[in-house]
Structures are given as structure tokens and as C-alpha cells.
């Protein structure tokens, strides 16, 4: 009897070769399409994951109630103080806080200014969002707590055209009237 259904079935598909390879080729596009989809979708997914974990997908970034131009607002409503600091610090599930000045500002060097964005950052900072990855260093080293006019800086500093005459570890650059020597390239 099974040998009976097994003759009809393969009958059929040589009197009707067309259709059934057609059908063949359906189920197989079919199958391909949602294999796919699927591999799509966790590639995505993987890749926007990794995104997050680079930025620090389980870091908060807490600015002052105001975001404005410099000179537009009192310097008071543009800084969290320490007590503010301490109630983050305080807050359940908050693992580790800490602060950092950043400030819009005239960068010289060798007679060249450029307005750029400082920040101040120190180790315990730096153990916290050490993870992400535009602040790996990638030549010289990072800054440390007892360095003094010592900076790191971005990337198109020393390796972009930010600068006619280019940068490199150990060159002068002055801040706000300061001279800085240039230690370490963040990623």
C-alpha cells in the first residue's frame, strides 16, 4: 500500500514536472526568505547591542537644567555642585557617580586658536566610563590624578586637520592662558 502511495506521488510529479519544480522553488525562496530575515534581525540586534555596550548602555549622564550659550545664563544655573554629586552618589541602585567640568575654549597652539570643548576628567571618572570606547587610548597614555598641565586629547587633534602644524605626544598646547603638554590620543 505504501508502495502504491509512493508511485501515484512520483506519477504526478512527471506529468506535471513544471508545476511541481515551481513548487519546489517556491518552498525553497520561501524558506531562504525567512532564514534570512532572521539572521537580518540578530545581526541588527548584536550590532546595536555592542553600540550600547562602546557608549555605556548602563551609564546616566546627568547635565544641569540648563544647556545654553556661554554669556547667556549666570555661571551658578550651568554647574551641579558637589551636593548635587552626593545626592546622585546617595541614590538606591546608583553603583558609582562622578562629575565633570566641561567647558566651551580658546585652544592655542603655535599661534593657532581653535574654540574647542574641555573637559575635566579624573581617574575615578575614568574607572567608571573606561569602557566606552572613544575614550580608550590609543597613543601616549591616559591622564592621572597627580598629573599636572597634562592633557589627553581627541583624535583629530593629532591625527585629523583640526591643526595646520599637526600635534603629537609631548607638544604644547595652552589653555586659557596655561600651557599643557600633550600626553596621551583618545580613540
Known sequence: MIKDYFSL??????????????????????????????SLGQGLQGFIDNQF???????????????AQPGSVTEQELILTKNDLEAVRKTPGVQDAEGVLTRTGIVVSNKEQNIIMISGLNENYLKIFGNIDSLAVIEGRQIRDTDKSKVVVGYNH?????????????????????????????K
Open 9 to 38: 506521488a512520483f506519477g504526478n510529479l512527471r506529468h506535471r514536472g513544471l508545476r511541481s519544480w515551481l513548487t519546489i522553488l517556491g518552498i525553497f525562496i520561501g524558506i531562504a526568505a525567512v532564514v534570512s530575515l532572521i
Open 53 to 67: 555596550q562602546q557608549v555605556g548602555g548602563d551609564k546616566i549622564l546627568i547635565t544641569p537644567k540648563v544647556f
Open 158 to 186: 593629532v591625527f585629523g586637520n583640526l591643526w595646520d602644524k599637526k600635534l603629537r605626544i609631548g607638544s604644547k598646547i595652552e589653555i586659557k592662558g596655561k600651557e599643557f603638554e600633550i600626553v596621551g590620543v583618545f
